[in-house]
């Protein structure tokens, strides 16, 4: 998670390559409590159990269905005549070749026996759809236990994961109608193969923000790029010139906010920008352990220090340095 701001803080600018990124001061930058995490995994759990049972249920069975051939041999006899008999007359062949059929449209039985007719075209769109949501979920399970097991779970964050199945399917239309028309505008449904679609679908899903900016590369390239807001975030930060300084490491929140004086309590950092070997201050004191997460989040183990707040400095290996002011509070 990035930009996480602390509650505190006022709103502020950094630089980030050539761009300027506002860390706003909006709600959800508090931790998500225990309610919250338990009501969001129970959303994905439904989720992924709904999803994968519509997409077995419309799955095209008849796929792979292997041809029925049906060979007669009628033999011709001759006792009366001691000549050998003719090839025309010895024996006759017939062969008919049965192929598998799907019927279109086929009725599927849902839930508690209601069904509908569903057409092949509804059927291979259906699929894509379902796939589509089924690799975004897959990508909010792993990103929420990994953010949940460091304990850096924002709230602000949980919008994001409750949407990003829909933005999964809704990229999986896009890019499924792109490439139907595109490279199989003649196709019909029944001779396509769904396993194809729906492996690129799940891909879309499981790299959404990735196939975002794919496609926004590719219409930028045909058409002219749109203006930027005035409070537009990049997608992607633009890296530095070669040469240039690393960009300076800024702190936006910790969790939590609050410590014994004795110390020896393990807390989050979330900002921008943090390096591998980096330090941690409390205050003027060294914290007892770090440890290197990500560039946007670290953890550090509170050392012993006398009641009252202080500034959490975090100093990369080059010396450059971020702070937050009045971040932590020890308590007696």
Known sequence: MENQPSQQQPSRETAKGDQTITVGTGPGAGAVNTAGIILISVYVVLLTLFAVYILIKIWPHCIGAPSVTQTQTTVATQPTDPK????????????TSIEAQCKNPEW?????????????????????????????????IR???????????????????????????????????????????????????????????FLMGLFSAQAGLKLKQVFETIFSPAPQGANAKPEVPTAPAPGSPSPAPTVSAISPTTGK??????????????????AVLFGEAAAVAVTFISSTTITAVTPAHAAGSVDIVVTNKDNQIGKLLNGFTFEG
């Open 261 to 278: 004086t004795g110390g020896g309590e393990t807390v989050t950092i979330s900002g921008e920008n943090f390096a591998d070997g980096l």
């Open 84 to 95: 050998p008999a003719s090839p025309d007359t010895a024996a006759s062949t017939t062969t």
């Open 143 to 201: 990103s929420v236990f990994w953010y949940v097991g460091h304990r850096a779970f924002r709230a602000s964050w949980v919008l994001m994961y409750l949407l990003l199945p829909f933005t999964g399917a809704l990229l999986a239309i896009a890019f499924y109608l792109v490439i139907r028309g595109g490279f199989f505008p003649q196709a019909k449904a029944d001779e396509s193969n769904p396993i194809g679609f729906a492996a690129l679908a």
């Open 108 to 140: 599927i039985e849902f839930f508690w026996g209601r069904g509908y007719w569903v057409w092949e075209e509804v059927r291979l769109l259906l699929i894509v759809i379902i796939a589509g949501v089924l690799g975004a979920l897959l990508h909010v």
